[in-house]
Nanobody
Framework: QVQLVESGGGLVQPGGSQRLSCAASGIIFSAYGMAWYRRAPGKQRELVAAITSGGMTNYADSVKGRFTISRDNAKNTVYLQMNSLKPEDTAVYYC???????????????WGQGTQVTVSS
């Protein structure tokens, strides 16, 4: 069975840093694109960052320069390093794994259970 398990969420102060992890099993990890999405209360799900199987990355404008997505294929894990956090970053963060376009990954791929990130003083 395919599993994506996020970890690393929690409470952090504005301006602080946090690293999220997503450990995958049941897939050939190195062949999959990986992405992080987030959903804040009352808002639509939004793409935060994505990384292809070849290591190319893309970021939402709202997090560009602050967040970094990376992957360790030997550990079947994708990371999201979040720096200079803002209250607006508060959301449930979800890990997504799939093949093809970002849209195809979201519609046909796999999802983790989510991890809560709260940025507050």
């Amino acid at each position: 069975q395919v599993q994506l398990v996020e970890s690393g969420g929690g409470l952090v102060q504005p301006g602080g840093s946090q690293r999220l992890s997503c450990a995958a099993s049941g897939i050939i990890f190195s062949a999959y694109g990986m992405a992080w999405y987030r959903r804040a209360p009352g808002k639509q799900r939004e793409l935060v960052a994505a990384i292809t199987s070849g290591g190319m990355t893309n970021y939402a404008d709202s997090v560009k320069g602050r967040f970094t997505i990376s992957r360790d294929n030997a550990k079947n894990t994708v990371y999201l390093q979040m720096n200079s956090l803002k209250p607006e970053d508060t959301a449930v963060y979800y890990c997504n794994a799939g093949r093809g376009s970002i849209t195809a990954m979201a519609t046909s791929g796999y999802w983790g259970q989510g991890t809560q990130v709260t940025v507050s003083s």
